[in-house]
């Protein structure tokens, strides 16, 4: 996919809680494989990126994926990354933004 990539979890963002309310209100089906999607507003960075969430780390998490610039890491990305953090789920995830529809899509990877 491409190499890895270390990226701060975001200090704060309008999305971390829809994204933690769903989250928490489908872990079951993440912790099953399966995938669930939180529709956000459309716009933002789009992207496609496997994430790394490690227990014992709440500055950085890791995301593999092809990116010229680090600046332009998607946001969304990085707050669901922190809303699994802060969930409790750690491991290899794969989150997808589609920036058009605003949909935010995450599975375990």
């Known amino acids: 996919m491409g190499e890895a990539v270390t990226i701060r979890f975001p200090r704060r963002s309008e999305f971390l809680e829809p994204l933690r309310d ?43 994926g092809s990116i010229s610039d680090p600046t332009r890491f998607p946001q969304r990305i990085r707050v669901a990354a922190l809303a699994l953090a802060q969930e409790g789920l750690h491991g290899r995830f794969f989150i997808r933004h589609d920036r058009d529809s605003g949909a935010v899509s995450i599975r375990r990877d």
């Open 22 to 64: 769903q989250i928490k209100l489908n872990r079951h089906r993440l912790e099953g494989g399966e995938a669930i999607e939180v529709s956000l507003k459309p716009g933002g960075y789009g992207g496609k990126w496997s994430v790394v969430i490690a227990p014992d780390d709440h500055e950085t998490f890791q995301a593999e």
